[in-house]
T-cell receptor, first 113, second 116 residues
């Protein structure tokens, strides 16, 4: 079965640089979520999109923005990167009418040096 | 606000034995979902088991089962016949059931060690 695809899997950036993370949800899933997991932490919700519209926002810094495109893939744009942005970024997708679960991608490991 | 609490940061169990991971949550809602996710060293988040709050019957998936006590807001995970591949971080998680796009709230996790 198709899973959530995230790219790149690993990314190394320097402070003050910009990063773009991409997420391709499971086909026919209409909702995408972004989570950030710092070292030794639990995943924290950043933002979600339903049918290409932003639907909920968590503790996402103003330096971050995201969108969902017409093909349902989503991109998380991160600017003015800080050392504290180093984390594992998960994308998850779900389908309305499902059983409540979200399916997680493998994550993008971002390292800011 | 909803919260999820896992009081056991780490646990160990002998291979082939049974272990129970604890989880409590706080919510004022009546319609919600509860999950256990497994995160092995690869860091992939793997759904282990799901429970709908309106169902009284405890969910079971092969060697994994839950004890869902809605009134007590308790949701423990039992792993039977523990295997080396079960070693991982386990996250208890909550999701409100009324919105199609509601986020998941995770507990801090319990790291499970399997002793050969």
């Amino acid at each position: 079965a198709a899973g959530v695809i995230q790219s790149p899997r690993h990314l190394i950036k320097e402070k003050r640089e910009t990063a773009t993370l991409k997420c391709y949800p499971i086909p026919r899933h209409d909702t995408v979520y972004w989570y950030q997991q710092g070292p030794g932490q639990d995943p924290q919700f950043l933002i979600s999109f339903y049918e290409k519209m932003q639907s909920d926002k968590g503790s996402i810094p103003d330096r971050f923005s995201a969108q969902q495109f017409s093909d349902y893939h989503s991109e998380l744009n991160m600017s003015s990167l800080e050392l504290g942005d180093s984390a594992l970024y998960f994308c998850a997708s779900s389908k309305w009418g499902g059983l409540g679960e979200q399916y997680f991608g493998p994550g993008t490991r971002l390292t800011v040096t | 606000a909803q919260t999820v609490t896992q009081s056991q940061p780490e646990m160990s169990v002998q291979e082939a034995e049974t272990v129970t991971l604890s989880c409590t949550y706080d919510t004022s809602e009546s319609d919600y979902y509860l999950f256990w996710y497994k995160q092995p060293p690869s860091r992939q988040m793997i759904l282990v088991i799901r429970q709908e709050a309106y169902k009284q019957q405890n969910a079971t998936e092969n060697r994994f089962s839950v004890n869902f006590q809605k009134a007590a807001k308790s949701f423990s995970l039992k792993i039977s016949d523990s295997q080396l591949g079960d070693a991982a971080m386990y996250f208890c998680a909550y999701r409100w059931g009324m919105n199609r796009d509601d986020k998941i709230i995770f507990g801090k996790g319990t790291r499970l060690h399997i002793l050969p």
